[in-house]
């Protein structure tokens, strides 16, 4: 398994793949078990997972707003109770109910414990809950933490979990690594997010300072709406389609060292098989 040092996150050779929310499709929902286990066969070296907190404070890996889509039912986990969501199942690609169950996230920590590095998001959400449980399960060197590009957040994550590894989600101009790295955050590095390859923070220069400061630079193919763009339009899509150089190479030409995908087998192919 990957340790979560920062400068391990390097791996020199090609991009660390993390599989967002496991690997999903056909019969198999996103953020359960045996999207996890998919992962985990196709050689994830990350697998990135949601996290919501139930009414009565437990946590659990689902995507917050996606119930209706993701299970049917148009009440959010957050107004449930444990025993309610316990009972629910996933609905699968063709929206027709499935046997698989909302994973708790101590029951995920269990499952991956010791198997891949753990990406969580939401993370900034409830940050003190979900940091004890990191660390009840002995998980503090396989997690990476995430919060979005907020002071606020950072505050929280530091006062919660200063000693786990973070990386900051920050669009197009980088003004919070400062602020981080005064907090004594234990950044392990920067997800960038970007409309256009013009963009400041994944000029020449920054990615040339973050991999000096031993952070690494994450970057998503996938994508969740084609609205929002997160990449300057090199994604999965484009790569499945024909275009894995455009999609997937520029990523590793650009020197990013985890790209994020939807398609983990596809993409772990065409960086082992590419120079």
């Not at 169950?101 to 269990?110: C, G, M, Q």
């Not at 505050?155 to 005064?182: C, G, H, M, W």
Request: overall charge negative; aromatic content about 8%.
């Amino acid at each position: 398994m990957t340790n979560s040092s920062p400068a391990l996150l390097r791996d020199g050779k090609r991009p660390l793949l993390a599989a967002h929310r496991g690997v999903c499709g056909g019969n198999i929902p996103c953020n359960t078990e045996k999207a996890f286990l998919a992962a985990l066969s196709q050689g994830a070296d990350i697998i990135e997972l949601d996290v919501t907190r139930a009414r009565d404070g437990s946590l659990w890996v689902f995507h917050p707003g996606m119930e209706y889509s993701h299970l049917g039912i148009r009440r959010p986990l957050a107004a449930l109770k444990a025993k309610t969501i316990a009972a629910l199942r996933f609905v699968n690609a063709d929206r027709t109910r499935t046997e698989d169950p909302v994973l708790s996230l101590d029951d995920a920590f269990e499952l991956l414990k010791g198997r891949a590095l753990l990406n969580i998001d939401k993370f900034w959400m409830h940050p003190a809950e979900i940091a004890d449980c990191i660390r009840r399960h002995g998980l503090s060197e396989q997690v990476l933490t995430k919060i979005p590009n907020s002071r606020h957040a950072a505050d929280k994550a530091a006062a919660a979990a200063p000693e786990l590894p973070l990386f900051a989600v920050i669009r197009d101009r980088d003004n919070l690594t400062p602020y981080l790295q005064s907090l004594g955050i234990n950044l392990a590095g920067v997800e960038a997010l970007f409309d256009s390859e013009d963009a400041p923070i994944i000029s020449e220069a920054s990615v040339e300072s973050y991999h000096r400061q031993g952070l690494a630079l994450w970057g998503n193919a996938i994508v969740y709406n084609y609205k929002d763009v997160l990449s300057a339009g090199h994604t999965d899509d484009k790569a499945v389609c024909g275009g894995p150089d455009f999609g997937w190479g520029w990523f590793r030409e650009k020197g990013f060292d985890i790209v994020q995908t939807d398609f983990l087998l596809a993409a772990k192919q065409y960086y082992d098989s590419t120079p």
